[in-house]
């Protein structure tokens, strides 16, 4: 049986955890569930303890000290996956932005189509953004434009969070040396995988805007993003 985990952090999701868990627990495939935790003020982390005992080996809990940004939980998440020797490993949002229903589609990109990366995608054919204004749909929408015409990256969800990576991609990636932390990161390491060589598929999906919890998105990272890919064009990977 194909051993996949989806990372997913968590600061301030007491309202999403637990309805994740259980979805991402109900699908045909066994995908299990590595949740980043920064030290949520609000009890996240004791919802998913509670879950654990609910499913012993399939819930796992790393706790940090803070909130560290995006990119470094990921990366956390990624090197706690390779040591347990996961095949498939996921990145998704807590807030079901991401559609846990979705993940089936993207490891079959994998096992079946031959992706060594898979991105749900929201500006592929097929893609859609429900919920959000038209102003930041025009936003992301033309930010992933210009990463394209910057990078040359041939992506059309250049900023997407919801993916799965064999494991020989994060392995060949070099983890401690990516830079960036917000959406820039996931620029970042799309663009590690594609100068490597690695298969890239995406996978239309429905994008939902978060009905409970705050948005994590904030200028600082916006920027971080915009100038980042500048930086990307000569950095190593």
Not at 38 to 58: C, K, V
Not at 64 to 71: A, I, P, S, V
Not at 212 to 236: C, D, H, P, Q, T
């Amino acid at each position: 049986m194909t051993r996949a985990v989806v990372i997913i952090p968590t600061y301030n999701e007491k309202e999403n955890v637990e309805r994740m868990a259980q979805a991402v627990m109900s699908l045909p495939v066994a995908i299990d569930i590595l949740f980043v935790d920064d030290n949520s003020p609000d009890g996240t982390a004791a919802i998913i303890r509670d879950l654990m005992q609910q499913f012993p080996q399939r819930i796992f809990l790393e706790e940090r000290q803070g909130k560290l940004g995006l990119g470094t939980a990921y990366i956390h998440g990624f090197k706690w996956s390779l040591k347990q020797d996961y095949e498939y490993i996921f990145e998704m949002d807590c807030d079901f932005s991401h559609n846990p229903l979705d993940l089936p589609r993207l490891l079959e990109a994998c096992t079946k189509n031959g992706a060594d990366v898979s991105i749900g995608s929201r500006y592929t054919k097929g893609g859609k953004v429900q919920n959000w204004p038209m102003g930041r749909i025009l936003m992301s929408y033309f930010a992933s434009v210009y990463v394209r015409m910057i990078l040359f990256i041939g992506i059309s969800d250049t900023t997407a969070g919801f993916m799965c990576y064999s494991n020989k991609v994060l392995r060949a990636i070099d983890l401690d040396n990516i830079h960036f932390k917000g959406y820039a990161f996931q620029i970042e390491m799309k663009y590690a995988a594609k100068r490597k060589g690695f298969k890239i598929i995406e996978v239309p999906i429905t994008f939902i805007d978060r009905q409970f919890g705050e948005s994590k998105m904030s200028s600082s990272i916006f920027k971080e993003a915009f100038f980042g890919v500048w930086k990307m064009r000569n950095l190593k990977v």
